[in-house]
Nanobody, 125 residues
Framework: QMQLVESGGGLVQAGGSLRLSCTAS????????MGWFRQVPGREREFVAA????????YYVDFVKGRFTISRDNAKNTMYLHMNSLKPEDTAVYYC??????????????????WGQGTQVTVSS
């Protein structure tokens, strides 16, 4: 079993920045591919970004490209999401997730085996 804990969420003005962290325990973090998803009440959870186990491959949904950067530090068992130029429409609960299979699609939430509890990001206009 892997435990994932997100942190770093909060309230920020439009145009501001936040850095989310996802810290893992219970399994070998460096063997897992990781992803960030977000969810707004009443809507389905949606893919935001993903990173391979080594950090050599990253994936982004179009509406965050150029604004968000995903990264990881395997020595610290932690993944990050650096969010810049935040918009009110980025307001959501952000979740991190993990899976081991390199052939799984990184942008499909059903492919992930472990999930964190989420952290709220609120962007005011």
């Amino acid at each position: 079993q892997m435990q994932l804990v997100e942190s770093g969420g909060g309230l920020v003005q439009a145009g501001g920045s936040l850095r989310l962290s996802c810290t893992a325990s219970g399994r070998s973090f460096n063997l897992y591919n990781m992803g960030w998803f977000r969810q707004v009440p009443g809507r389905e959870r949606e893919f935001v970004a993903a990173i391979s186990w080594s950090g050599s491959s990253t994936y982004y949904v179009d509406f965050v490209k150029g604004r968000f950067t995903i990264s990881r530090d395997n020595a610290k068992n932690t993944m990050y999401l650096h969010m810049n130029s935040l918009k009110p429409e980025d307001t959501a609960v952000y979740y991190c997730a993990a899976h081991r299979d390199p052939f799984k699609q990184p942008f499909i939430q059903g492919e992930y085996d472990y999930w964190g509890q989420g952290t709220q990001v609120t962007v005011s206009s």
